[in-house]
């Protein structure tokens, strides 16, 4: 075949003409070619089929259904597969730390009512409301002012949930063990639903303090067995419509997010919690100075 002949030859083999080998008129051409024209025709048909064979994409969604959009279960079940988490309820460990090795920390202008909630759930015993917001503001020196004084006398600790499901014996996060401080153990639990990678909806509730676990050891071959599990939707998935003024947001040491060991990454170190709170406090400022009058059509900017 001749090298003009030849040239458009190719040219309609890259341009789609000829789409299977089989090809009468693909045949036809061929036959005229001589051997070095053939081996050159029979690798751009080649090519060109190549490219027209399907693209490996990403795999199809997974068979989860949110039909009402529930936050939670776009947050765990819809992440990335190592990430990913189960929607259903868990149970929360609790456990009992001395108030003397803790720094507590209260967001201005909070309500009454949620200051009382907070107070029942992590402070069963030793701490009213008032105490609370007394004791923040010692143990914020030089930030939140004040000189009034305790007026609690008698036995001091807070409660605090642990995550067993997301830990190991090997996990730093507070509560694993009782190598740093005087930890009890409580037979009591709460109900939490899995969020961002540390962080639990918790429905907190007052607890028995009295109601202590024989021994300081937590069931991590929960975590194990469930990490193993395929995850799906789960009928307990945690509802919007359905909060409780019991229900917060709490954030607690793990060493696995989904089925990823973060160790290395930190995140059974809870840390930044100071910038979390001058955060809050930032946050709470802006709510109460920013007003809008719609009747007079302006808005006041913080001062």
């Known amino acids: 075949m001749s090298v003009k002949d030849f040239e458009k030859f190719l040219e309609n083999i890259r341009a789609g003409k000829y789409t299977s080998p089989e090809n009468p008129f693909y045949q036809g051409m061929l036959q005229r070619c001589d051997d070095a024209q053939k081996r050159e025709a029979v690798a751009a048909l080649e090519s060109y089929l190549r490219g027209l064979a399907p693209v490996a994409g990403p795999p199809p969604p997974p068979d989860i259904k949110n039909p009402d959009f529930e936050w939670l279960t776009y947050e765990s079940l819809f992440n990335k597969d190592k990430f990913k988490k189960p929607n259903q309820a868990f149970e929360l460990g609790l456990y009992l730390i001395p108030l003397s090795s803790v720094n507590l920390y209260v967001?201005?202008?909070?309500?009454?009512?949620?200051?009382?909630?907070?107070?029942?759930?992590?402070?069963?015993?030793?701490?009213?409301?008032?105490?609370?917001?007394?004791?923040?503001?010692?143990?914020?020196?030089?930030?939140?002012?004040?000189?009034?004084?305790?007026?609690?006398?008698?036995?001091?600790?807070?409660?605090?949930?642990?995550?067993?499901?997301?830990?190991?014996?090997?996990?730093?996060?507070?509560?694993?063990?009782?190598?740093?401080?005087?930890?009890?153990?409580?037979?009591?639990?709460?109900?939490?639903?899995?969020?961002?990678?540390?962080?639990?909806?918790?429905?907190?509730?007052?607890?028995?303090?009295?109601?202590?676990?024989?021994?300081?050891?937590?069931?991590?071959?929960?975590?194990?067995?469930?990490?193993?599990?395929?995850?799906?939707?789960?009928?307990?998935?945690?509802?919007?419509?359905?909060?409780?003024?019991?229900?917060?947001?709490?954030?607690?040491?793990?060493?696995?997010?989904?089925?990823?060991?973060?160790r290395n990454a930190a995140k059974d170190v809870v840390d930044g919690w100071r910038i979390g709170a001058l955060r809050s406090d930032y946050v709470a400022a802006v709510d109460v100075e920013w007003e809008m009058t719609l009747e007079q059509g302006y808005l006041r900017t913080p001062r």
């Open 107 to 262: 967001r201005d202008h909070l309500d009454r009512q949620t200051l009382e909630n907070l107070q029942a759930a992590f402070f069963p015993k030793g701490l009213d409301a008032r105490d609370i917001v007394v004791l923040s503001k010692m143990h914020c020196s030089g930030w939140k002012q004040s000189n009034e004084q305790m007026s609690f006398k008698d036995e001091r600790y807070i409660v605090l949930p642990y995550n067993y499901w997301d830990n190991t014996l090997t996990s730093n996060a507070l509560g694993t063990n009782t190598a740093f401080h005087p930890l009890a153990k409580l037979e009591a639990t709460w109900p939490a639903w899995k969020t961002a990678s540390r962080t639990c909806v918790v429905r907190t509730k007052g607890v028995d303090p009295q109601k202590r676990a024989a021994d300081y050891a937590w069931p991590f071959a929960e975590g194990d067995r469930v990490r193993q599990e395929p995850f799906s939707s789960h009928p307990s998935h945690y509802k919007l419509a359905g909060y409780q003024a019991m229900d917060f947001s709490v954030k607690t040491g793990v060493q696995y997010v989904g089925r990823d060991d973060q």
